[in-house]
């Protein structure tokens, strides 16, 4: 507590607001340096928290905080609370700028995006607008559908598929 808001400095700033509609965040009540490349307010959405992106390109990332059993109907509605969807990749550099955020906010993965096959196997699309996926790149040995793994998770070193059902976060693109 008591540090600067330096325009420069990394900082994680904690807020409770309204559970919707979330149009701006009130009431900060915390701000403490981190070391992570986030700009990274934390809004509460209910007893939801998520680590929250600078703009990138036009859109911000919400990163959940808690570890919770994953449910892609259920997560992509708390996405569509904060005006956005579960986080789908346009090409390259936004997946990899999602997987570098994510690696980079306090505490641990898996951080669970809006891709999944789980309509048809090694399908991929993209759950909110029901589209084939415009971009994914998995890392080694990936996807290999262990256990009939549907769901797919972001890293710094690429998407694995893992089961839908698995404990983690997940990332949520709001338009900005
Ligand atoms: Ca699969
Ligand atoms: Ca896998």
Not at 122 to 141: L, S, V
Not at 142 to 162: K, S, T
């Amino acid at each position: 507590m008591g540090a600067a808001l330096g325009r420069t400095a990394k900082q994680m700033v904690s807020t409770r607001v309204p559970v919707q509609p979330l149009t701006r965040l009130l009431e900060y009540e915390c701000i403490q340096h981190i070391e992570s490349a986030l700009h990274s307010p934390v809004v509460g959405q209910g007893y939801v928290t998520y680590d929250i992106s600078e703009v990138y390109r036009g859109r911000q990332y919400f990163i959940s905080k808690e570890h919770e059993y994953f449910n892609l109907a259920t997560m992509n509605d708390r996405c569509k609370k904060l005006g956005g969807y579960l986080v789908q990749f346009d090409d390259a550099a936004e997946q990899r700028k999602v997987g570098s955020l994510a690696v980079a906010v306090p505490g641990k993965g898996p951080f669970f995006t809006g891709l999944t096959d789980n309509v048809r196997e090694g399908w991929f699309y993209t759950y909110n607008d029901k589209k084939h996926a415009r971009y994914h790149k998995f890392r080694w040995f990936q996807p290999d559908n262990w256990w009939n793994e549907d769901c797919v998770v972001v890293w710094d070193n690429g998407l694995n598929d893992i089961d839908c059902g698995k404990r983690g976060r997940y990332v949520c693109e709001v338009p900005v």
